[in-house]
């Protein structure tokens, strides 16, 4: 059992004290170069938020000092160093007003102010940063008591992210969005504190001196506090935690209902958006070429409630000129520059293919069904009427060699009106030579 424990020693490996203290110490304060290198971070990570990308936020975490504060904080609590806490502490406030100013004016300058999903996953904190920010903490304190520190550090860096809550917390103050201003704010204190905690965890495992001498009660006061702290973070992170487990659970029911009642049935859903911080949440649906009715609509909002999916709105899109439009805007959205003439060229190319309804499967189908014809035409045709009332028509021109007979009149009648069931149908026979 000995030689077991024995791999689990961090006493074999261990830098000399005085050293790691000094190296601790050294990179608490946020004076001159570490002020600018702190700043220049702050902006990259602000810049990567605002366009969402990973490599230039990860690039950040690894210039951020922000670490060395935290860090100190937890080798002054666990040598009770009180001085030496009380400099941490006026150095991370610093580095945290310097973050919060810079990343706010960087927003509040930039153009773009749409959240994307760098920023909102720095919104909702839960227990699962607790414990990244735990280990992360751990990994972190082992690595710096080491005489060979390897390469954990800069690991932790990503990790533990310091750096994103904190400019997402100036995102927040920018466009005005106490809700993510707290969250991003409150991810970055469980961050700070559980980084601390698991520092003054492996210091006292260490067993580093104490540098003041202090009795019994005012140690258990300190242990008190400490836990209490760790209570208060870790409740509302629970609650955060259990919401994003509700969440992934409804989500997944939707998933099935679509599945099964939906995609099984052989219709192919082309636009799917589920809203689920509405209230009633909403279902967003829309299909390639099935067109329900009211009855078919009603039936599937039953069907819905019989999976478990309760609150939620479902809404199906079926005008094609909308629904086009719709996902115009959600790429659009996605998009961090469109030109204008792009969108004009969009525009009108969705408004034409509202009149192309000729497509290879129907070409296929009118050959195999109705052989007799030599010849056809299919669209869409603007009728003006009496009152000027304009009236929406499928007109269909063929040409065959012989009339067809009433009972194929009929079946193609019949067949393109449930191609079209929301639109009448005009059938024209060809007789030009």
Not at 158 to 168: G, H, R
Not at 223 to 246: E, M, R, W
Not at 258 to 278: A, C, F, H, M, P
Not at 316 to 342: A, G, H, P, Y
Request: charged share 20%; with cysteine.
């Amino acid at each position: 059992m000995k030689k077991f424990l024995h791999f689990f020693d961090l006493h074999e490996g261990e830098d000399k004290r005085e050293t790691v203290l000094e190296n601790v110490i050294s990179n608490i304060s946020f004076r001159g170069a570490n002020a600018w290198i702190l700043a220049c971070a702050i902006v990259i990570a602000s810049v990567g938020l605002n366009v969402n990308s990973t490599a230039v936020i990860i690039g950040a975490m690894l210039i951020s000092p922000l670490m060395g504060p935290i860090v100190g904080a937890g080798f002054a609590l666990g040598t009770f160093d009180f001085p030496l806490l009380k400099k941490s502490m006026k150095n991370l406030l610093i580095a945290t007003v310097i973050s919060l100013v810079v990343s706010f004016l960087y927003f509040v300058l930039s153009p773009f102010k749409e959240a994307q999903s760098e920023l909102l996953a720095r919104t909702s904190p839960n227990i699962y940063d607790v414990l990244i920010a735990i280990f992360g903490g751990l990994v972190g304190v082992i690595a710096i008591t080491r005489v060979n520190k390897g390469n954990p550090i800069p690991g932790v860096a990503i990790a533990t992210a310091l750096m994103p809550p904190l400019c997402t917390a100036g995102y927040g103050l920018a466009i005005g969005n106490i809700g993510y201003f707290a969250g991003a704010l409150y991810l970055y204190i469980i961050n700070c504190v559980f980084i601390c905690i698991a520092t003054f965890g492996i210091v006292k495992y260490l067993r580093y001196p104490k540098v003041h001498y202090v009795d019994k009660q005012r140690e258990k006061r300190i242990t008190q506090s400490i836990t209490a702290i760790t209570l208060i973070l870790v409740v509302p992170s629970l609650y955060f935690a259990y919401n994003l487990l509700q969440e992934k659970k409804y989500t997944n029911t939707v998933r099935q209902f679509i599945q099964r009642e939906l995609s099984d049935k052989g219709y192919t859903v082309v636009y799917e958006k589920l809203l689920v911080n509405e209230k009633p949440r909403r279902l967003e649906l829309a299909f390639l070429d099935k067109k329900f009715s009211n009855k078919e609509i009603s039936n599937l909002k039953e069907s819905m409630q019989s999976f478990g999916i309760h609150n939620t709105e479902l809404i199906i899109r079926q005008d094609s000129l909308d629904l086009k439009s719709t996902i115009l805007s959600e790429i659009d959205k996605r998009t961090v520059s469109v030109n204008e003439k792009d969108l004009t060229i969009r525009a009108l190319n969705n408004k034409l293919s509202s009149f192309q309804l000729a497509n290879p499967e129907l070409d296929r189908d009118i050959k195999i069904i109705f052989p007799e014809l030599t010849f056809y035409s299919i669209g869409r045709q603007q009728q003006y009427a009496a009152a000027d009332s304009l009236a929406d028509h499928i007109a269909f021109v063929y040409s065959a060699q012989e009339q067809l007979a009433p009972a194929q009149q009929r079946k193609l009648r019949q067949w393109l009106e449930n191609h079209f069931p929301q639109d009448s149908i005009t059938i024209i026979r060809n007789t030009t030579p």
